[in-house]
């Protein structure tokens, strides 16, 4: 974040900016006599007083100065995109150690940036904030922030981030909590590295946090270690089995009841969907989610959420949409039960022929299960031993349904944020590079993205049917939600 200046790339006719004689290729460095670092900065500087002193530079190094009285409001410029802040840590479980090779370079890149924390959800370690750092997420009101803690206990943290100095997350904490910035909280687990005591010390320190008005941890969920095949030269980590899986819903389930008691009803402690999955159980009801789907993003809740909505859907005049259709859905193997059993419910309402089948993850390996991270190769495998399995027929369904949490819409340099030298790709492109379009021409069938629940299928479908989506215009042509879009990542 240290960088000097924001250049300007374009200015809006007539606006503050252009009486001003600002022009684009100007850099913008001061505002109030206060360097500008990017994008965020801008927006807190500018609006920040009703007149402004604003400091630029041109493209030849001079230097001049211009006042604006603008209200409190933007000037009518657009700034450069920012460069994000790049991880330097050694988490044990970090996803991006664990890639394997070949793939685009933008997905290799891993980031650790407190504004993506603040704008998109995205979880940060803080470990690469100093306190000059924290002390700007305070002044500028970045709140909420995410914060991955994975464990209070010292040397705990210590294991898991790989960095001696991190060890004291509290005191982070602590510091953004004291200056007014709410905190939501998350902890990956592994056996034998953060749970047990270390685990349950984590949730009394979190939850001793938590309080009434600004500065609080408002949630802290816990979410299964992801390994992927792809390990080599790793520290050893341990993954949860169904066994672990279970003891851990078992155990944990009526906690997270009793501390949304003690929260007003609220829950508060989060477990993330994956812990059900693996243990192969039941996700529970609504009421044991938070009211506003809190970590949501983090993959707490989606199931209940889509469960939820389908049974409504299911219900409603618009299902009949459905009837006589024959598709199949392609997903990974942790939500193929739950999608089957809607598949089935629908078909049996409305006289649909939905099938579901689960792709296998050839490109990270078979404990990789979610469908955000099944490759444009895996689903095209799945889909190619559905039709052999058929008989070889080209018209054996009238379409086909990918995941569209597996398809971005930006090539890098990292998938999660536009940024200068991103390539958008409107077409929707699965994680090996294969595009939407691509896949739909070598299975000859309208292939369309799931959307986040049956009724943004339905109008994938529908708009299949009109040919509305011909190789293009992806977010156009279909629903965003659920779509690996820059907005609110997933983040594993
Ligand atoms: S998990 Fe996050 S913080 Fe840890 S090494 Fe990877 S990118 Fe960095």
């Known amino acids: 974040m240290a960088q000097t200046g924001v250049q300007i790339i374009s200015v809006e006719p007539g606006s503050l900016a252009e009486e001003a004689g600002i022009r684009p290729g100007d850099t913008l460095l001061q505002i109030h006599g206060e360097a500008v670092l990017d994008q965020l900065n801008y927006q807190y500087l500018i609006t920040r007083e009703d007149e402004a002193e604003l400091v630029l530079r041109r493209p030849d190094g001079s230097t001049f100065s211009a006042h604006v009285e603008n209200g409190g409001e933007g000037i009518g410029v657009d700034l450069a995109q920012d460069e994000v802040k790049v991880c330097k840590q050694n988490c044990v479980f970090c996803f991006v150690h664990q890639m394997p090779k070949g793939f685009r370079?933008?997905?290799?890149l891993k980031d650790e940036d407190v504004r993506l924390s603040f704008l998109y959800g995205h979880f940060t370690t803080l470990s690469s904030s100093d306190d000059a750092e924290l002390d700007r997420i305070v002044r500028e009101r970045l709140s909420p922030i995410h914060v991955s803690v994975h464990a209070t206990e010292p040397e705990a943290r210590i294991r898991v981030v790989g960095n001696p100095r991190e060890g004291d997350i509290l005191r982070k904490?602590?510091?953004?909590?004291?200056?007014?910035?709410?905190?939501?909280?998350?902890a990956v687990v592994a056996p034998g590295l953060n749970d047990g005591d270390i685990w349950q010390r984590t949730v009394a320190d979190l939850w001793a946090r938590r309080r009434e008005g600004r500065g609080s941890v408002l949630s802290l969920s816990c979410v299964p270690v992801g390994l992927t095949a792809h390990r080599e030269h790793l520290p050893e980590v341990q993954d949860v089995d169904a066994a672990f899986a279970r003891d851990w819903v078992e155990r944990w389930t009526p906690e997270v009841r009793k501390y949304a008691k003690a929260n007003d009803g609220e829950p508060w402690l989060l477990l993330a969907d994956e812990w059900f999955t693996r243990a192969g159980v039941e996700v529970p009801g609504r009421a044991f989610y938070s009211r506003s789907w809190a970590q949501l993003e983090n993959g707490v809740g989606l199931v209940r959420r889509f469960l939820e909505h389908s049974r409504r859907f299911i219900k409603s005049p618009r299902a009949k949409g459905f009837a006589g259709r024959r598709v199949l859905l392609l997903t990974g193997s942790s939500f193929a039960p739950t999608l089957s059993r809607v598949a089935v419910e629908l078909n049996r309402a409305v006289g649909s022929q939905l099938r579901v089948v689960a792709a296998k993850n050839f490109s990270f390996g078979d404990s990789v299960t979610v469908a955000g991270l099944l490759c444009g190769e895996d689903l095209r495998y799945a889909a190619h031993a559905d039709r052999k399995d058929r008989g070889e027929r080209a018209?054996?369904?009238?379409?086909?349904?990918?995941?569209?949490?597996?398809?971005?819409?930006?090539?890098?340099?990292?998938?999660?944020?536009?940024?200068?030298?991103?390539?958008?790709?409107?077409?929707g492109t699965f994680l090996d590079d294969l595009t939407l379009p691509d896949l739909a021409t070598d299975l000859g069938v309208p292939t369309v993205p799931s959307g986040a629940n049956l009724s943004h299928l339905l109008d994938h479908l529908e708009a299949a049917d009109r040919g509305a989506f011909r190789g293009g215009a992806l977010q156009s042509a279909f629903h965003t939600a659920g779509l690996n879009l820059p907005q609110g990542a997933y983040n594993p």
């Open 173 to 186: 904490v602590d510091r953004l909590l004291a200056g007014g910035i709410d905190v939501h909280t998350q």
């Open 395 to 427: 018209d054996w369904v009238d379409a086909v349904v990918v995941p569209s949490a597996s398809l971005r819409t930006t090539t890098g340099p990292t998938d999660q944020y536009t940024l200068r030298g991103a390539v958008v790709r409107e077409e």
């Open 105 to 108: 370079k933008s997905l290799y």
